[in-house]
Structures are given as structure tokens and as C-alpha cells.
């Protein structure tokens, strides 16, 4: 039986799934259901000074088939009074002591600070986390984002919360910036003990065209919100990449963005991910999602001999590379099953109108396309249109050239193969 | 309105839709699972090649109006052809989905889907030509005549339409099931198809009869030949006479146009085993048959119906009595017929000698073929009838200068879409003769 457990930064939970902090993690009542649904941990929805929110807040880019497949908000932190979060907060943790309770924190100066974090200390939870990503409203009032965004900002309140807090400060760290790389760094000098990203991508989900405003309405205005859920994903995924292999940080990472399903978690743990953090899919679907998370991962590190969360963590962060390194040599051609091939010709049109124009009609006149292996360029489009799974596989070829990437080619003068598909 | 009221309480009216019609969710849900394949086999099966992709993308993305569009740019009967398609042999049942064991696009659903709203919204996509001048005579108001009138009108020649019957609509109104479309639908799509303007329809005037070839070839600068079959085919046996004892086609139009009671009839039998035999079973069990008994000479495999059809008509409790035929029909003592003297055959339709058994029948429909109307032109020198139909080009030009053919008069007796598509073939082919490129 594999090892769930995990540990970000010394903050510790019985699985790595953690309700990020957002309207799911709003209230103890939701926190403690969440729990015994199988959640190993919760970051509470971001306290600070009391807020009012504006009533019509969420919009969803949804595409025919898929509803929300992109989900944007406008609301702000939480706008429950702070005496009855830390009292939900004191509660929860005394009922779940082995679960992890975090909490999410933001407001402005440092003596607020230091308040805040002593209350949040005082109701037993297991760690910090400062929200320095929120994208609207709050980033107006030169919190969240605003702070996420100025990395000597960000360094000087992380290191107030260090010197506060007797337990593990998170950073949430902003995707809003051109590199994420030199404010996780921001952070680490500021002493804090891991980093959680991503927040949300400053967005318009989409415009009532009848109305002539962006959504969500909020009667004749709009503003601009936060993206998440399952679209944000890939970018989520860059971030965590791009600080978890670079070795001036080397600090636990809390993965969030777009996580829906175990195969989506297994890809943040291998990218790097200590713990992995979820709002939208919850949002959307509710707290026993997890069910299949859990058994997800714990199959999938049985079937690939991980016994621990710990040695799969960052797995494949080694091969994610530069461009100048990948190998020119290595080449792989399109091969079309016949006995899977259903003759929808939706590869010959891809590759015809947005490719290399090497997939043609079967000279026998049989509704299957053949691939001219001579021109195809490898490049994965027919394979990413063909509706049947198999059906169309990217076969490596032996061309007989030895590896050179473009570096090696620059630097020590390798040898290139021909190029294809230049005609 | 071109179209003749219809009785509301006509025996039809009965009859709910078969396949139910989409919600916009439904419509979008199953029309984003569509490929968008590139030349797909979808399209080449049906007969008007409506560009079947892209009015599905078109409803996926909202743009309902535009998807109409595209079907009633190659279909003018896109409507009826949503509802009475056998799509499961044409569009459907070529779908690359089917390839992969994987429910096929109802591609048909989708169409009545868009179809119907633009009915509802009266959405209008296409006027008359410029006037040439010329004119067109068409025999018969079905639907190979509308698709060729409302191309000749795009093209903007003249168009008299000359119908025998006083109802409109050949039998898209007077034959197709009632649990696919009823007759007053059908109305409504001849009233949108001659919404274009400039056709005028003359009813209760039978071609050959009220009104010559003669006259039409002087008052008109061609003529198209959509007149359909004729009348049943008769059995030829003792007692076909009986009350009780109908042509099923002759049945199926006054079930669809009058009311009609079927008290008292428990038992009915249909002799045949093609699709109007499939329709009339089903009918009969739908208006209240307990006992409905399919009579045909050969087995099951043999059976012309569409398969998919007698599935759903034994799913409907109709059974079948293979390789027999009608040999007589005995009366009641009310002098209707009673019941139907039956012969069993071998594998060889051969009698077998003294298996003869008696089915009892208060209803009987016999539907083995409609005549064919060839007789009506073949003394028109240069026109060429073989078994009955008049032969055509591909265009649907017949061997006499002027005079074009298209439905199930040429064809011999297949679907509506195949009116739809040659009727729309020969308008061409008459633009062509008459602005002298043919
Ligand atoms: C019972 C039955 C059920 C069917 N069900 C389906 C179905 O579900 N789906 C499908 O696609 N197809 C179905 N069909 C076939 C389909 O109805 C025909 O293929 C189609 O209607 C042919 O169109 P048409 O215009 O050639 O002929 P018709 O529809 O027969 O129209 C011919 C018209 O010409 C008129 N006419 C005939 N002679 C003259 C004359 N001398 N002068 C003036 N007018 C004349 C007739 O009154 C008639 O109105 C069915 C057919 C039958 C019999
Ligand atoms: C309605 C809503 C409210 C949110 N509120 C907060 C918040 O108060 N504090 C915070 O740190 N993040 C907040 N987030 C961001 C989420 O915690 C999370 O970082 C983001 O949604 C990406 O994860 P996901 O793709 O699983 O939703 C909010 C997100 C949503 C959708
Ligand atoms: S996309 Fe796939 S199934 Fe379709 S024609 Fe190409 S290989 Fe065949
Ligand atoms: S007209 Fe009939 S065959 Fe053609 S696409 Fe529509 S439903 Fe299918
Ligand atoms: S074959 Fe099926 S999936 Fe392909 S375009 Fe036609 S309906 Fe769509």
C-alpha cells in the first residue's frame, strides 16, 4: 500500500489533496464535510479585513459539450467576521487533528500583520499561507497581487510573517507576472518555508453580446476577475516547473490551477508539487471528487513502484529542458492503423490546411488517408485530430544520424539531419 | 396558403412522433460530438449531399439560422427529410462513428432541428430570379415537383404546378407514417416552399385528363414529369372486392386525411413485406389493432422493409407470417371480409401442396407495389418508358425536347430525398434547355 502522506514545508496531511483557499474552504461546516469526504487538508478562504462582496460574481467559459471548462471570479476575501472563522478554524483542527488546516491570510500593514497571525497561530492550524495573488479588487487596495507582483514587497511581509509565526508560512504566489521565477526566489529570502502557485489569471471570462458588457454582469459594469479550473492548467503547470528545477530555490511547492482528476494531481507531483490544491473542481462538482483522486494516485504509484509521495515528488522535473538541448536528430513519422482507421479524413485535412501537407488520399481509392513518410515533419497534429485513440501513432525512426542538439550544433559543430517538410 | 384545410380529427392526428424532437441542449450536446470530418461518407449517402459537417458545426455554435441555411440550400425539403429520411440506410448509417462502435450523429434530429426553427422564426433565405419570360408546366404538387419549381424559381422562370388531387404535397401529405409526419406538416412545407412567390398551383386537374399534353406544351416552354406511381396493385384473387379489403396506400390516404373508425376490427392483415407493408402494420396497431399479422411470401431476410423498421414494428406487438401468400378472402356474415385464405410456400416460393391456413381479419391491407404511371406519356413520341417509369438522363432530361422527369415516376419508387435531389437536378437541366445550353 503506498504512502499518501505528505509534507509541504512542514506542514503535514494524510493525503497530498488540499482544498485550495476559496468558497469550498469558506466555513467549518464545509471544511470538516470536505474532510470526512477524504480531503488531507484545507487552506481557509483568505481572511483579512472585513470585505462586501458584489452579488453576480462568477463567470464560466464553457465550450458546446463542456460547461466550464474555464471559470473566472470577482469576489474578494472572506466576509465572515474573524471571530467566527478562528473559532470554525480552533474547532476543526481540535475535531481533525492529523488533517491540515492552513490558513490564508492577507491585509496591509505590518502591525495588521502581526495580529493576524497571532490569532491564527493561536487556533492550532498547521501553517500560513499569504495571499499575495488575489488579481482584482484587492490588488486595487495594494494587497494580493499588488504585493505578488514586487518581489522586494513580497520579501519584506514574508519575512514579518516568518519573524510572527511559530508555524510554516506558504507564499501564494501571483501568475500575473512576465517570469514567476524571481518572486518564488523573493519569497525564499523572505524566509518562507514553501510557496503555493497559482493564484488566479487575471481574465474576461467572456461579453453578453445582446448587453454589450463583460461578465459576469454586475448590473450595467463589469470588471476584470480571476481565471481558473481546468484551462489554466498548462500555465499552472509552466510555473511550478520553472521554479521547481531551478536550483537557487529548492523549496516545497503547493501545486494549484486546473487540477480536476488524479491524473491531472500525478502530473503537479511529478512537476514538483509537495501537496496539491484544489477550488474549481470542487466548485463545480463538490467535495467527494476526491474519492477518485485518492484512489487514482495510490494506483498509479502502485503500478509505477513509488511506495512514498516523497520519491515521486519533482520525477520528471529532469527532463523538462531547454529548447536548445532537445535533440534535432530524433525524428518520428505519423503510421496510420488500417484496421482502427474509420476514414473520417480528419487528419489528411489537418495536416493539408495546417501542416505539412503529407497525408493524401489512398491511391487504391479505399477511405483511408496514407501518410508520405518522406515529407512527414513528425509534428503530432494528424495524431491529435484522429478521434481514434491508437489509431494514428508518432513512430521514432532510425535515420542514422547521431543526437545533436541546436547548442551542440553551435557549439561543437554537429551534424543536422536534412530537413523535411521545407518544400 | 396553397394548401387545402385539413381536418383535425382526421384518423392520423393519433399518432405521436416517433423520434422526439431536440431541446437546444440536446441539439448542442450531440451536434459538438460531430467530427467535422473532411469529405465524409455522411454527405455522399445522402442524396441532396447536403454539407452535413457544417450545418452541425453551425448548431453547436448557436448559429441556427446559418445551419438552416446550408440545408436548404441543397435540400429545399430539408424539413420533411429531417422527419421521414430512412437515415438509419442513408446519412446515419454512414456515419464514421458507426466504424467505431460508437452511436452515429442523428444527423437526422439535428436537421429537424434547425429546420423547424426556421419555421417557427419564418426565416426566409432565398427570393426568385429575375424574370425570364418562360414557363414551366409540373405534373403532380410532390415533393420532385416542389424541389424542381423552387429551383426553376431561384432561376426565375414561371412555374404551374397541375395536381390531381384537391391536397397538395403528392405523399409527403397522403402516405408517409403519421408517427414521422402528419399532413398538416407537410402543408406547412409547401406553403414555405412556394413562399418564394411566382408558382401557381392549379389542383383538381389531372394531366391527360381535364387538361393534354397539347395544351401544356402550348401554353409552357417545358414540362417536368413528377407524377409519382399510381393506384395499388392488386392481388387478383377471389373476394378482393370485399368491404374491409384496401390497397394499403388508398388506406394509409384516408387515415391521414379523414376520420375513420376502426371499431370492431380486431384482427388485420397486411399482405406484403416491403416499406409501405412495414408502415401499414404499424399504422394498424396504432389506431387500436389488437391482432396485427404481417403476410409475406418470403423470410425474413428476404423482406425488401428496412430492417430497423420491423424491429420497431414487433416491438409494437406485430407478428409475421412468412413465406405465405393471400389465395382469398372469405366474408363474414356482415358481407365483410372475415378472414384471408393463406398458402405457405417452400424456399422456392413454390405452393406446398395442401398447407393452406385461414387468418382472421376484419382489416386487410394489401401492399405489394404501386403501378407505375408510364402509360400516361408513352404515347408522347420521344419519350421512352421502361417497366412503367420514364427514363431520364442523370439530369433528368427524357428523350422528348422539353420535357424533363424526376421522383418516383423515373426513379421507380424511393424516398422523398431522392424526389428532393432529382427534382432540383432537372430545374437545372430545364435552366439549362431553356437558356439554350442543353
Ligand atoms: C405509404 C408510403 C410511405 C412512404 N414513406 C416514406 C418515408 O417514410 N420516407 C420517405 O422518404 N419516403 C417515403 N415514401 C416514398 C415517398 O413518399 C416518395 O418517394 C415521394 O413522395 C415521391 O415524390 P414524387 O413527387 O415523385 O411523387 P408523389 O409524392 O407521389 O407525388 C406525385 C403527385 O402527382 C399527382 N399526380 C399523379 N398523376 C397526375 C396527373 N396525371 N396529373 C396531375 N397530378 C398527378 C399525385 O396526385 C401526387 O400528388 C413513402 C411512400 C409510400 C407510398
Ligand atoms: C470564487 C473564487 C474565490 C477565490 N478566493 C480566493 C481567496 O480568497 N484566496 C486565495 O488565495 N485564492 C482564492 N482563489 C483562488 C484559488 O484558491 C485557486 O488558487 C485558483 O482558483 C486555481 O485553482 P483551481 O483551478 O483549482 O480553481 C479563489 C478562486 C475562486 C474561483
Ligand atoms: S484522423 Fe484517424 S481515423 Fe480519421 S482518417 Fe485519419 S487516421 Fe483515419
Ligand atoms: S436529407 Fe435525409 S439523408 Fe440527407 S442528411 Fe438530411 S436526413 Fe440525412
Ligand atoms: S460522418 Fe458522422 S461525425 Fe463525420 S461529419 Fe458526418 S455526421 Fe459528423
Known amino acids: 500500500m503506498p504512502d499518501l502522506s505528505s509534507n509541504t514545508g512542514g506542514i503535514r496531511s494524510p493525503n497530498p489533496f488540499w482544498l485550495a483557499s476559496a468558497p469550498p474552504a469558506n466555513s467549518g461546516g464545509q471544511v470538516q464535510r470536505a474532510f470526512d469526504a477524504g480531503w488531507g487538508g484545507a487552506v481557509w478562504k483568505t481572511l483579512g479585513r472585513p470585505i462586501q462582496n458584489v452579488s453576480s460574481r462568477f463567470g464560466a467559459h464553457s465550450v458546446a459539450g463542456a460547461r466550464a471548462i474555464g471559470f473566472n471570479n470577482i469576489e474578494l476575501i472572506t466576509d465572515r467576521s474573524l471571530e467566527i472563522n478562528f473559532r470554525e478554524i480552533y474547532d476543526t483542527k481540535k475535531k481533525y487533528p492529523k488533517h491540515a488546516v492552513i490558513v490564508s491570510l492577507m491585509v496591509e500593514t505590518r502591525d495588521e500583520w502581526r495580529d493576524i497571525i497571532k490569532r491564527s497561530v493561536d487556533t492550532g492550524a498547521d501553517g500560513l499561507e499569504l495571499n499575495f495573488g488575489c488579481p482584482h479588487g484587492m490588488c486595487e487596495r495594494g494587497m494580493g497581487s499588488a504585493v505578488g507582483q514586487e518581489p522586494k514587497v513580497n520579501q519584506e511581509i514574508t519575512s514579518w510573517a516568518v519573524e510572527y509565526s511559530s508555524i510554516p508560512v506558504l507564499v501564494k504566489l501571483t501568475p500575473n507576472v512576465s517570469d514567476i521565477v524571481p518572486h518564488g526566489l523573493a519569497a525564499k529570502r523572505g524566509g518562507a518555508h514553501g510557496v503555493s502557485l497559482i493564484n488566479t489569471i487575471k481574465s474576461i471570462i467572456s461579453v453578453d453580446i445582446d448587453r454589450f458588457v463583460p461578465e459576469p454582469r454586475v448590473g450595467g459594469l463589469s470588471t476584470n476577475g480571476g481565471y481558473c479550473g481546468q484551462a489554466v492548467k498548462p500555465i499552472a503547470m509552466h510555473m511550478l516547473a520553472a521554479l521547481a528545477r531551478d536550483e537557487r530555490f529548492r523549496l516545497p511547492i503547493s501545486g494549484i490551477g486546473g487540477i480536476s482528476n488524479w491524473r491531472d494531481a500525478v502530473e503537479f507531483i511529478l512537476l514538483g508539487s509537495s501537496s496539491v490544491q484544489v477550488c474549481t473542481e470542487v466548485m463545480l462538482r463538490g467535495f467527494r471528487v476526491v474519492e477518485d483522486m485518492i484512489e487514482g494516485l495510490e494506483e498509479y504509484m502502485r503500478t509505477h513502484g513509488f511506495s512514498t509521495l516523497e520519491s515521486m515528488v519533482g520525477r520528471a522535473v529532469p527532463s523538462y529542458s531547454e529548447w536548445g538541448n532537445l535533440d534535432l536528430n530524433y525524428e518520428t513519422i505519423a503510421k496510420i492503423d488500417p484496421a482502427l482507421c474509420i476514414g473520417c479524413n480528419k487528419c489528411m485535412i489537418a495536416c493539408e490546411d495546417g501542416a505539412h501537407q503529407c497525408i493524401h488520399p489512398n491511391p487504391t481509392g479505399a477511405r483511408m488517408p496514407v501518410v508520405d513518410e518522406s515529407e512527414c515533419v513528425g509534428c503530432n497534429l494528424c495524431q491529435i485530430v484522429c478521434p481514434v485513440e491508437g489509431c494514428i501513432s508518432m513512430v521514432g525512426v532510425d535515420n542514422g544520424f547521431a543526437p545533436s542538439s541546436w547548442n551542440q550544433f553551435v557549439e561543437e559543430s554537429r551534424v543536422l539531419r536534412p530537413k523535411k517538410g521545407a518544400h | 396558403m396553397v394548401s387545402t384545410p385539413l381536418d383535425p380529427d382526421r384518423a392520423e392526428s393519433v399518432f405521436a412522433d416517433f423520434k422526439g424532437e431536440y431541446t437546444r441542449e440536446q441539439a448542442t450536446l450531440e451536434a459538438s460530438r460531430c467530427l467535422y470530418c473532411s469529405d465524409p461518407p455522411c454527405v455522399k449517402a445522402c442524396p441532396t449531399h447536403i454539407d452535413i459537417p457544417q450545418f452541425i ?329 421502361h417497366h412503367g417509369r420514364v427514363v431520364a438522363d442523370e439530369r433528368g432530361a427524357t428523350g422528348r425536347k422539353g420535357y424533363f422527369a424526376g421522383g418516383d415516376c423515373r426513379n421507380g419508387g424511393k424516398e422523398v430525398v431522392n424526389a428532393a435531389a432529382e427534382g432540383k437536378a432537372a430545374a437545372q437541366a430545364i435552366h439549362a434547355y431553356l437558356t439554350g445550353g442543353l
Open chain 2, 57 to 385: 458545426r453551425k448548431i453547436a455554435t448557436g448559429n441556427v439560422k446559418g445551419s438552416a441555411r446550408t440545408i436548404f440550400d441543397a435540400n429545399i425539403l430539408g424539413m420533411s427529410c429531417a422527419r421521414v429520411c430512412p437515415v438509419e440506410t442513408l446519412c446515419v448509417g454512414d456515419c464514421v462513428y458507426n466504424l467505431m462502435h460508437v452511436p452515429p450523429i442523428q444527423i437526422g434530429k439535428l436537421q429537424r432541428y434547425a429546420t423547424d426553427r426556421a419555421y417557427a422564426e419564418q426565416w426566409r433565405f432565398f427570393e426568385a430570379g429575375a424574370d425570364t419570360g418562360k414557363t414551366v408546366a409540373l405534373l403532380g404538387a410532390g415533393p420532385a415537383s416542389l424541389a424542381c419549381a423552387h429551383e426553376l424559381r431561384r432561376r426565375g422562370h414561371g412555374c404551374t404546378v397541375y395536381e390531381k388531387r384537391p391536397v397538395v404535397g403528392g405523399l409527403n401529405s397522403t402516405g408517409v407514417a403519421p408517427y414521422k409526419m402528419k399532413a398538416d406538416r407537410a402543408a406547412d412545407e409547401v406553403d414555405w416552399v412556394l413562399g418564394i412567390g411566382g408558382v401557381e398551383v392549379v389542383t383538381g386537374v389531372e394531366v391527360g385528363e381535364q387538361v393534354s399534353f397539347q395544351e401544356l406544351e402550348a401554353r409552357h416552354d417545358a414540362v417536368f414529369l413528377g407524377m409519382g406511381l399510381g393506384p395499388d396493385t392488386r392481388l387478383r384473387v377471389p373476394g378482393e372486392d370485399l368491404p374491409g379489403v384496401h390497397g394499403a396506400v388508398d388506406f394509409i390516404e384516408e387515415m391521414k386525411l379523414t376520420k375513420m373508425s376502426l371499431a370492431g376490427v380486431r384482427h388485420a392483415v397486411v399482405v406484403g413485406g416491403g416499406n409501405t407493408a412495414l408502415d401499414a402494420v404499424r399504422e394498424a396497431r396504432g389506431l387500436g389493432v389488437t391482432d396485427v399479422v404481417m403476410l409475406y411470401r418470403g423470410d425474413e431476410a428476404a423482406m425488401s422493409g428496412y430492417h430497423h423498421e420491423w424491429a420497431a414494428a414487433r416491438v409494437e406487438g406485430v407478428r409475421a407470417e412468412w413465406r405465405a401468400v393471400a389465395v382469398g378472402f372469405e366474408a363474414g356474415a356482415d358481407g365483410r371480409v372475415a378472414g384471408v385464405l393463406c398458402q405457405r410456400l417452400d424456399e422456392k416460393r413454390q405452393p406446398i401442396a395442401g398447407d393452406t391456413f385461414t387468418l382472421p381479419a376484419e382489416l386487410v391491407l394489401v401492399a405489394i407495389g404501386q403501378s407505375k404511371l408510364g402509360a400516361l406519356v408513352q404515347s408522347l413520341a420521344g419519350i421512352e418508358v
